[in-house]
């Protein structure tokens, strides 16, 4: 039977990855959570990469009339701060045309519109990304078999949903150090199982 194991940190990919080979353990793949959501999306389907994002930024920056961002396009970094923003705006789930009414925001939105317009075909912001897989939920059973998630000290809003999601299909079990449970309190009322160890390490 196919096992899951969702990895939180490079530590944890490592420590896992070592005792999946020492048990010859062949059911089990390790995934993080950008590559669960590539799975359920489609082969094809990929997170547009950091460079690529500042590169399609610099070039919107260059066509675009933005009401609020001309006093800085000629700032050294302003592509690296926008492609920051717009990835802190994905990560915590903010719907940016939703509070468009806001110029500075407005300019965001003008932005990721070209960002998305241009991305490529299967390449998609985290946002998309995410609004993908959870249309494609049903196929968790046959592709993840169930879910063990370890190695996490947070995890970001934007992806809470999805794991939510999988767990009306799937078994998905979060295992969290007593030290950082308190960032999990999101998961009560949903059909994921938290273990909380007395373990302080976080690996």
């Avoid at 701060?81 to 806001?102: P, S, V, Y």
């Amino acid at each position: 039977m196919i096992q899951t194991v969702l990895v939180g940190t490079p530590v944890a990919w490592q420590r896992y990855r070592f005792a999946a080979c020492e048990a010859t353990n062949s059911g089990t793949e390790l995934l993080n959570l950008i590559q669960v959501a590539c799975k359920l999306a489609g082969g094809f389907a990929r997170l547009v990469e950091h460079e690529r994002l500042q590169q399609l930024i610099r070039d919107a920056l260059s066509v675009l009339p933005l009401s609020t961002m001309s006093s800085i396009l000629a700032l050294p970094g302003t592509s690296r701060a926008i492609a920051t923003t717009l990835g802190r705006a994905w990560e915590t789930g903010l719907d940016l045309q939703a509070n468009a009414d806001q110029p500075r925001v407005r300019d965001l939105v003008t932005i990721e519109n070209y960002v998305r317009a241009r991305v490529g075909a299967g390449v998609l912001p985290e946002a998309d990304l995410i609004r993908v897989a959870e249309g494609r939920v049903r196929h968790a059973p046959r592709l993840f078999g169930s879910i063990r998630a370890e190695g996490f000290v947070h995890i970001a809003p934007a992806w809470r949903p999805l794991l939510r999601s999988l767990a009306e299909s799937i078994d998905v079990t979060v295992y969290v150090p007593r030290c950082v449970s308190a960032q999990f309190t999101w998961i009560g009322g949903t059909n994921i199982r938290v273990v909380v160890s007395e373990d302080n390490v976080v690996s």
